[in-house]
């Protein structure tokens, strides 16, 4: 897939500024009625879904935990169900605590669905509009499905569908997405002999300039000889998956378009899967990643590990600081998507460095580039942030940074504009387990070698 279509009105990829109207081939009627489609049983699940539907299986009226505006863990329960056995579940499946905290039956907070309910609902409402919303997913906070419709003929269409499948309406939370705003301020990235995480690149698709940023520094093979490689965003390329296209990867983002500065290029890239993808799509990809093999193997060990960062977080002042006086070292990765209500930083080449909250820990997200609208990001997740484009690729981690030491959270994938919630602008990430699922290996991203 080339790039012509890079980005849809209601999503857009962050690598690149063009856009196009969504595919408009299967219009839908305000009245029409779609039969219920049935769940794909087949479909994979891992990450936090994983382990919330095999308590909600469980454990009889299980729909979640997040965290709240306090940052004490909330756990979300349907009336009359065993309160005790949830939390003790809870508890045992993450030890260390949620945010840090053991969850506990005191914080215990209303749900109408359970879990399990809210994912078929969510499967059956994707078999139905995946061509014409761009992302679904299971909202805990709000404990609703979520879809991302793109104008009112579609709401109306998907409320006739529940009303026919006995999908409560309440149970279904419709969000309006608009085109993102430019942000139009860049982290300088002056060409360095070290390239850490949050570093500006590009590349040239057929004379046009495409500024991406790299998301961290990783091992692919879990040996000492290994050799550090960098990860990106897949749409970062040529090709959005499908295989390595060998795109040539330069160093300096958008201020520096210097064809003698080559950095490296892309060497490995996951193929779509036909198997295994939610109901209503075709082809589907666990993570938005590609790989980057550098053409010098010594030039990026110094800043293996390592995370840029400009001179203060969510500030106008985005002059490049290198790892050696203000950027974060990483001490290790999520093992999951993190919970909603956990904040999280990222930084692009493009947009500089920023904090948000996660608003849905697994979005379902239509790839966007392909005119059949039938390709998936699977179980993405949103956050309330600010990046823009050129910031694709870029790193993810946690905002609790004690001394240089943070945890590494997943890449940039996307950013939407959303016009129904209060928290307008957001973002959507490839997490960390997200990429072990597509590589089938979870990349080394410590710097644990000389």
């Known amino acids: 897939m080339t790039k012509p279509w890079l980005g849809i009105t209601v999503l857009l990829l962050i690598g690149a500024g063009c856009t196009t109207t969504p595919d408009a081939t299967s219009p839908v009627s305000s009245h029409a009625v779609r039969a219920a489609q049935p769940v794909n049983k087949g479909r994979r699940v891992f990450g936090q879904q994983a382990s919330f539907l095999a308590l909600a299986d469980s454990i009889r009226g299980f729909a979640g935990v997040f965290v709240g505006p306090d940052q004490h863990p909330r756990i979300a329960m349907v009336a009359g169900s065993d309160v005790g056995a949830a939390v003790a579940a809870v508890n045992r499946r993450w030890p260390d605590g949620v945010n840090g905290e053991a969850v506990s039956s005191a914080r215990q907070v209303a749900a109408r669905y359970d879990y399990r309910q809210l994912v078929d609902w969510k499967e059956s409402l994707e078999g139905s509009f995946a061509k014409v919303a761009s992302a679904f997913g299971v909202h805990v906070t709000t404990n609703t499905v979520d879809v991302y419709s793109p104008d009112a003929s579609t709401d109306s269409a998907i409320e006739a569908f529940a009303s026919a499948s006995a999908i409560p309406l309440n149970a279904i939370r419709l969000v309006r997405a608009a085109k ?3 942000l139009g301020i860049d982290l300088k990235a002056p060409i360095r002999d070290t390239v850490p995480g949050s570093f500006g ?22 040996s000492m000889g290994a050799p550090w490689v960098a990860l990106t965003a897949s749409h970062c390329t040529t090709t959005t998956g499908g295989g390595a296209d060998g795109t040539t990867i330069y160093q300096g983002g958008y201020l520096s378009l210097d064809h003698s500065k080559t950095l490296g290029y892309e060497s490995d890239d996951g193929y779509w899967n036909t198997s295994g993808c939610d109901t209503g799509y075709f082809y589907c990809r666990a993570a938005d990643v590609a790989v980057i093999t550098y053409s010098s193997t010594t030039s990026p060990v110094a800043d293996s590990g390592y995370i840029g960062v400009t001179t203060g977080r969510n500030t106008s002042s985005t002059t490049y600081v290198s790892k050696d006086s203000t ?3 990483i001490s290790g990765g999520w093992g ?3 919970w909603e209500g956990i904040s999280l930083d990222e930084v692009g080449a493009y947009g500089g460095w920023h904090s948000g909250t996660v608003t849905d820990a697994c979005v379902d997200v239509v790839a966007a580039g392909f005119p059949l609208n039938d390709h998936e990001w699977q179980c993405l997740t949103e956050v ?13 981690f946690s905002s609790r940074i004690i001394g240089k030491s943070t945890m590494w959270a997943g890449i940039i994938s996307a950013y939407m504009h959303t016009t129904t919630t209060t928290d307008s602008t957001h973002y959507l990430f490839s997490s960390y387990v997200n990429i072990c699922t597509e590589y089938s290996f979870c990349p080394v991203i410590a710097k644990t070698w000389p």
């Open 180 to 182: 993102p705003e430019n």
């Open 201 to 222: 690149i590009w590349w040239d698709d057929f004379g046009a300039p495409f500024g991406c940023t790299i998301g961290v520094n990783a091992k692919m093979d879990n």
């Open 327 to 329: 950027g974060i070292s």
């Open 336 to 338: 999951e998507q993190p």
């Open 384 to 396: 309330s942030g600010t990046p823009s484009h050129g910031d694709s690729g870029g790193p993810v």
